[in-house]
């Protein structure tokens, strides 16, 4: 499971005295404890899809903030943000190509966009950027 190794990858962090990677994991850590306790249950781990969702929406927040701090020319944190995307992105499974995605919409039987983006989110949650998804299906 991947909170499991969440969890090792922080220890061994700590262990090895990594401040840029015990950062990351520490953010994500909350956000998962933040992410059980809206659903009610801080014990029961989440499922891998709900990881891959807060995986996901954590790298875009570091983008955004990799952004501002390449405007104002802070090197030094760009390339700390570089370390914790590159980290973040090791724990999100195979993503699907575009080809992928066309591929599965031709071989539906119902094309409609709320049809596909649903069976999407249902069967590849965490697989797919559902953007893409939108833009393959628009292509078609």
Do not use: W
């Amino acid at each position: 499971m991947i909170e499991e190794q969440i969890k090792k990858a922080n220890i061994e962090a700590m262990k090895n005295k990594d401040t840029v990677a015990r950062a990351f994991f520490s953010v994500l850590m909350n956000k998962i404890l933040l992410e059980k306790i809206a659903k009610g249950d801080r014990e029961k781990p989440l499922a891998d899809a709900e990881l891959s969702n807060i995986i996901q929406k954590t790298i875009k927040e570091l983008s955004d903030e990799k952004e501002n701090y390449s405007k104002v020319g802070n090197v030094e944190e760009v390339a700390n943000i570089d370390k914790q995307i590159d980290i973040a992105k090791s724990y999100l499974p195979k993503m699907f190509s575009a080809d992928e995605i066309k591929k599965i919409i031709l071989g539906l039987d119902d094309k409609s966009v709320p049809f596909v983006m649903k069976h999407f989110k249902n069967n590849f949650n965490g697989q797919v950027d559902m953007r893409l998804v939108q833009e393959v299906l628009k292509s078609l």
